[in-house]
């Protein structure tokens, strides 16, 4: 008989499941405090949560029974996952149980905006009858841009098509073949900007997505235009959305996360052109019991023996395995994310070359992690060791491993490719005795680079001179060089110099280097 331990508030519909187990018996404690817990914790093989437990090292430490945690959620920012994996106890989530959830309220958002109905409502109340000031907008023949087209962009193509809305869409991991497939327009950011009647985001909040929809993106777009946002807060520029609802460039907009939450004095509802929701995408009876019957199930099948289908950390390996691969999960992340920034096209295939003594050893968690440096770039924080595969699966990427006893000149050898519709990417590392990760080969290019810090590749011809304006240039914008290495494919050919830099390079600061003629491009990388 295993123990279960809930200690925040599920549905009980949620935990049906466990209460029909044979071999589970339940307590709930969700009036327990942290020392309570603490206290008791020992006694458990497995903790059901939501966000208000903090899951912490402490709490883990004293854990001592605990195989298993379930988040009935898809955060996992209370649980500390480095010591829930140090310590052998593996955690899962429900992504997928607010999906239809979320997708369902920016399709209400959407209506909502269209017609007007929550200022409709309010003037109402206010005993006005007013039919005149709250004309609306019909979505049928309307323009809906997508910028991120997962799970729940997906679900909120596919309500829109129902509305004869043409969808244009922007994502990373989209190609022009599947978006024919899913009868949507391929497009970039520009075009969903330029092309689209409302603007609808659902990517994760990261340093490339923070403040996308900024003053520069709104002078792109249609006059008129109407925004929705009910992914996370910090995507949009909220002064900027301000002053481009006031000049009349955007028409309105629909919010149901901001950058601050609680607020109290966002300038935003101020607008009578803005409605707003206090982040309901996910609050529905339905989407609650989904995910509480998601992590439930997943704790039954964990405790059976059964393989879980969410799980959000590494899972446990023996001590021997762990300590002979370790060393090559850094390098093969750091080549993962090193290779992602070579391109901007959507990959579609990633090929795993392990040679000499790598081609001996258990490569499953090495390619993983190769495969999180590649997706984190786009996706963020969601992405860990076990679901990168999981999740490039769900993009249509196939991932090919591939064995070879030859030794290439080292004693270990991993190249990480990558192929997109037009291209192909590689980059090559390796452990060196004493030295550690190194960064060995870009494309056909060698080269020794310690893959960490802040890393300039810049791509150019191979004339007398390049090397010096670019110390020149970087100067003038106060970047010290800290290494330099430089090789050649020919003699007054195609050349490549990588650069460790002092900080992260800006945009406009690329974008100086990328207009000296010799240079064909640069591309700043930050590992």
Known sequence: MFKVLISDPLSKEGIYPLNQANHISIEMAIDWSQEQLEDRI????????RSQT???RNLIMKAHKLKIIGRAGVGVDNIDLDAATEYGIIVVNAPNGNTNSAAEHTMAMIMALSRKIPQAYL?????HWDRKKYVGTE???????????????????????GQRMTIIAYDPFLTEDKAEKMDIRYGTVEDVLKDADFITIHTPLLKETRHLLNAEAFKLVKPGVQIINCARGGIIDEDALYQAIQSNQVAGAALDVFEEEPFYNNKLLELPEVIATPHLGASTFEAQESVAIDV???????LAGDVVRHPVNLPSLSKEILSEIEPYFHLAEKIGTFLIHLTNEAVEEINLYYSGDLSKTKIAPITRNAVKGLLTRHLGEHVNDVNALYLAEKRGITIHENKTSSTKGFTNLLNVEIKTKSEKRSVSGTLLNGLGP?????????????????????HHKDQPGVIGKMGSLLATHQINIATMQVDRADIGGDAIM??????HIEKHELLAIEEVDEIHDATAIDL
């Open 123 to 127: 003037s109402l109340k206010n005993k």
């Open 498 to 503: 990588v650069m460790t830099v002092d900080r």
């Open 438 to 458: 190194r960064i060995v080969k870009v494309d056909h290019y060698s080269v020794d680079v310690t893959p960490k810090g802040h890393l300039l590749v810049i």
């Open 54 to 56: 903090q899951v912490t």
């Open 139 to 161: 979505l049928k023949n309307k323009t809906l841009g997508i910028i991120g087209l997962g799970r729940i962009g997906a679900e909120v193509a596919y309500r829109a098509k």
């Open 296 to 302: 439930s199930e997943d704790v039954i099948r964990f």
């Open 42 to 49: 020992a006694e458990y093989d497995a903790l059901l949560v």
